[in-house]
C-alpha cells in the first residue's frame, strides 16, 4: 500500500468532517451563537479573559494540546498493524476528539469560562469533583512519568541528539532575555531561534555525548531521568517569560516546520507500508488490540487533556462563541494529523518488513523510536538529508514536546499540592519548593517502579491512556447533562462515552491480569486505583443522567 | 501620465506589503504573548501590590524613610486603589485617612 494514498484518504476524510459534520454538531448540537457574549467580553481584564483573534487561539490551543502523546501512542499502536491505528487516529479524531475538544469549549463559555473540573461539581455533582481531581492527579502523574522514561530513553539511543535538546533549553533562555529586554524585535528573535535550534540540529551528530550504561550503580538510563527531572523542577519554578514562554514560541514554530518537512517527504518519496496492514503475527506477549488500541492512543484519536486545555485557557480567550468549532474541532484534526504522520513514520519508514519485524519486538518496543528511525528514513531518501541529521530533528521534535508537557505537568502538580496544603492547612505543602519537590517525587517513583532502567520499556504507557481516557470520559459527561437539560439529543455525546467507559474498563482489567502475573505490583495497585475511579465514573453518569431525566419529567408534569 | 501610474502602482504595492508585513508582527506577538499574558500580567500585578502596599505603609502605621516622596505618588495610584482593596479581600479602605467606596 502506497504512503500518500493512506495519508491523502486520512486528510479527505478528516477535511470532509470538518466540513460537514462539525459544522452539523456546531449548529444542530451545541447551536453556537455569534451573538453570544463570551466570557472574554463579559468579564475582559487584560489577564485571564481577553479576546483573542481565532488563528492565534487555534494556534495557542493546538500546540498545548499537540505534545508528544500523539506521536508515541500510534507509533507502539502499529505493533497491531497500520490499518486498525489509521481507523481509530480518523475516525476518533471525526467522531470522538473533535465533538470533545469543541464541547469542552461550549460547556465552559457558557458557563462562565469555568474548568471542566468546576463544572462537574456544578453540573454533575460534588462528588464528582472529587474524582475528577483524582483522576487529573493521576494523569498529570502518568504523564511526567511516561516522559521522563521517553526522553531518556531516546538520549540513550541516538546520542547525537543530547548536545541540540539541551542546547535549545539553552537558546530559549537567551531568547526570553532577548525579549523581555526588548533587546531586538520579535520577528528577528524567531528567524535567530529557528536558525539556531536547527543550527545545533545539523551539529549535533557531529558531536555526539554517550552516557554509559552504567554510571555509579545507577543505569545511563536512570541517570538521564534523575538529570530531566531536575531539569523540569527547576524550569517549572521559573518566571514564564524566562524559559516556558519562548520555549513554547520556538516549539511552536519547530511543530509546524517539522510537520511540513514530514509530510513533504512521504508525499516526495511515496514509500509503501512495509508493516502489516492487519498483523496476525504479534510478537509473544501481545495483549488482545480490543481493548488496547484504544487506551494506547490516547492522544491523536480523543484525549481528557484537551479538555483541561480547552476549558481552563482557551474558553477565556474565546471571541465569538461560533469560533469554538475552528478551535476545538480544527485543533482536533490539527492533532489527527500529526497522529497520523505518526502511524506513517512507524509502517513506511523501513526497507523492509523484517526490519520493522525486529524494531516491534515485543509489545511497548518500538514506539518513539520507530518513530524516529522510520521518518528518518523517509526524510532522507525524501528530501536528500543525511540519515542522522534527519534522525536528529526528530528526536529533537520528539523530546522538546515531552520537556515542554513535562515542566508544565509539573507546574500544575505543584498546584494541586499546593490546593491540598491550602485544603487541609497545611502550611508546610503550600511552598512552591516543596510542592514541587513532592511532585517530582511522586512521578520518580512511578518512573522507577515502571522500569527506568530500560528493562521494562513503555508498558506504563496504555495505563496512561485509560486514566487519560477516563478524564475525556468526564468531561463528556459534563456536556451530555449540559444537553439533557437543553432538550438537546445526546447521542453524539453519549455513544463516544459509553463507548470509551466500556473499552477502560475492559483494559484495565486486562492489564490487571498481565501485571498480576508479571509480579509488578506496584502498576497492580495503581491500575486497581484507575479501575475503582473508572467504575466509579460509570456510576455517576449513570446516576446524574437518570436524576436529570426525572427532574425534566417532572418539570413537564408539573 | 506612465511614469505617474508607475509610482502610483509601486507606492500601492509597498503599502500593501507594509500592512501585510504589520498583519504578519501582530500575530507573531499575539502568538507569542497570548498563552502566557494571564500569567504575566498576575506577576506584574503582585510588584504593582507590593508597590502599592510601600506607597501606603506610612498611613497603615509602618514607617517609611521615603515617605515624603511617597506621599506624592498616592494621587497616581488612586485609580487602582479600589482593585487592589478589593483584591486584598476589604470589602471597604482599610485606611481612616484614605476613603474609598
Known amino acids: 500500500m502506497s504512503a500518500v494514498v493512506v495519508l491523502f484518504i486520512g486528510l479527505g476524510a478528516m477535511a470532509l468532517a470538518y466540513f460537514v459534520y462539525s459544522k452539523f454538531i456546531a449548529e444542530k448540537i451545541y447551536r453556537l451563537d455569534p451573538d453570544f457574549k463570551t466570557p472574554a467580553h463579559e468579564f475582559e481584564d487584560g489577564i485571564d479573559f481577553v479576546p483573542t483573534n481565532r488563528y492565534v487561539l487555534w494556534g495557542h490551543h493546538f500546540t498545548s494540546v499537540a505534545g508528544a502523546a500523539p506521536i508515541v501512542g500510534p507509533a507502539i499502536a502499529v505493533i497491531w498493524g497500520w490499518l486498525p491505528a489509521f481507523l481509530w487516529v480518523i475516525l476518533g479524531t471525526i467522531f470522538f476528539a473533535g465533538v470533545h475538544d469543541s464541547g469542552a469549549i461550549w460547556a465552559s463559555v457558557r458557563n462562565r469560562a469555568r474548568s471542566v473540573g468546576a463544572l462537574t461539581g456544578d453540573v454533575v455533582g460534588k462528588r464528582a469533583r472529587s474524582l475528577f481531581m483524582i483522576v487529573i492527579f493521576l494523569v498529570l502523574l502518568m504523564v511526567n512519568a511516561v516522559f521522563g522514561v521517553v526522553i531518556a530513553g531516546l538520549l540513550m539511543k541516538f546520542p547525537s541528539a543530547v548536545v541540540p535538546v539541551w542546547g535549545a533549553i539553552l537558546v530559549a533562555l537567551i531568547i526570553g532575555q532577548l525579549i523581555y529586554r526588548r533587546i531586538i524585535g520579535l520577528a528577528m528573535v524567531s528567524v535567530i531561534g529557528v536558525i539556531a535550534l536547527y543550527g545545533l540540529i545539523i551539529l549535533g551528530p557531529s558531536v555526539p555525548i554517550q552516557m554509559p550504561e552504567q554510571v555509579g550503580g545507577l543505569a545511563g538510563n536512570a541517570v538521564w531521568i534523575l538529570l530531566l527531572f531536575a531539569y523540569a523542577a527547576i524550569a517549572s519554578l521559573l518566571p514564564v517569560w524566562m524559559l516556558l514562554q519562548p520555549r513554547d514560541y520556538i516549539n511552536g514554530l519547530q511543530l509546524f516546520v517539522g510537520l511540513i518537512i514530514l509530510y513533504g517527504a512521504l508525499v516526495l518519496l511515496n514509500p509503501t507500508l512495509v508493516a502489516p496492514m492487519y498483523n496476525t503475527n504479534v510478537p509473544a506477549g501481545t495483549p488482545s488490540i480490543i481493548p488496547l488500541l484504544f487506551v494506547t492512543i490516547a492522544c491523536g484519536a480523543i484525549s481528557g487533556f484537551h479538555g483541561l486545555v480547552a476549558s481552563g485557557t482557551t474558553s477565556k480567550q474565546l471571541d465569538k462563541e461560533t469560533d469554538a468549532r475552528f478551535v476545538g474541532y480544527f485543533g482536533s484534526v490539527g492533532e489527527g494529523m500529526l497522529a497520523l504522520g505518526a502511524i506513517l513514520a512507524a509502517t513506511a519508514g523501513f526497507a523492509s518488513l523484517a526490519d520493522w519485524n525486529t524494531m516491534y519486538d515485543a509489545f511497548g518496543k518500538g514506539g518513539v523510536n520507530a518513530f524516529v528511525e522510520g521518518g528518518a528514513y523517509i ?39 499546593q490546593e491540598w496544603g491550602e485544603i487541609y492547612n497545611q502550611q508546610w505543602m503550600k511552598k512552591p519548593a516543596i510542592a514541587t519537590l513532592l511532585a517530582v517525587g511522586s512521578c520518580l517513583i512511578l518512573a522507577f517502579g515502571a522500569g527506568a532502567d ?24 459534563v456536556i451530555t447533562v449540559m444537553l439533557v437539560r437543553l432538550k438537546r439529543p445526546m447521542w453524539f455525546t453519549l455513544v463516544p462515552l459509553i463507548f470509551l467507559l466500556i473499552m477502560t474498563v475492559l483494559a484495565l482489567l486486562l492489564q490487571l491480569r498481565s501485571f498480576y502475573e508479571a509480579g509488578n505490583y506496584f502498576l497492580l495497585v495503581l491500575d486497581i486505583i484507575v479501575l475503582i475511579a473508572s467504575i466509579l465514573v460509570a456510576m455517576e453518569c449513570a446516576a446524574s443522567l437518570k436524576r436529570v431525566r426525572r427532574e425534566l419529567a417532572t418539570k413537564s408534569e408539573g | ?95 481612616d485617612d484614605f476613603r474609598c467606596c
Do not use: C
Request: hydrophobic share 45%; charged share 20%; aromatic share 10%.
Open chain 1, 379 to 417: 526524510i532522507s531518501n525524501g528530501l536528500g538529508l543525511p540519515e542522522a541529521t534527519a534522525a536528529t530533528l526528530l528526536t529533537v521534535m520528539a523530546a522538546l514536546f515531552a520537556g515542554t508537557t513535562m515542566d508544565t505537568g509539573l507546574r500544575l502538580q505543584r498546584y494541586i499540592f
Open chain 2, 1 to 95: 501620465m506612465r511614469k505617474d501610474s508607475n509610482s502610483e502602482e509601486s507606492a500601492q504595492r509597498s503599502e500593501r506589503i507594509r500592512a501585510w508585513l504589520s498583519q504578519a508582527r501582530f500575530y507573531a506577538e499575539e502568538f507569542y504573548s497570548a498563552r502566557y499574558r494571564g500569567a504575566i500580567a498576575r506577576a506584574q500585578r503582585d510588584e504593582d501590590d507590593l508597590f502599592m502596599l510601600m506607597v501606603f505603609s506610612e498611613l497603615m502605621g509602618v514607617p517609611n524613610p521615603v515617605s515624603y516622596y511617597t506621599l506624592e505618588l498616592q494621587p497616581l495610584m488612586l485609580e487602582r486603589f479600589h482593585d487592589w482593596h478589593r483584591r486584598m479581600g476589604m470589602e471597604h479602605s482599610p485606611l
Open chain 1, 454 to 477: 530500560g528493562s521494562g520499556g513503555l508498558i506504563i504507557w496504555p495505563l496512561f491512556g485509560t486514566t487519560n481516557q477516563l478524564l475525556a470520559g468526564l468531561t463528556l459527561l
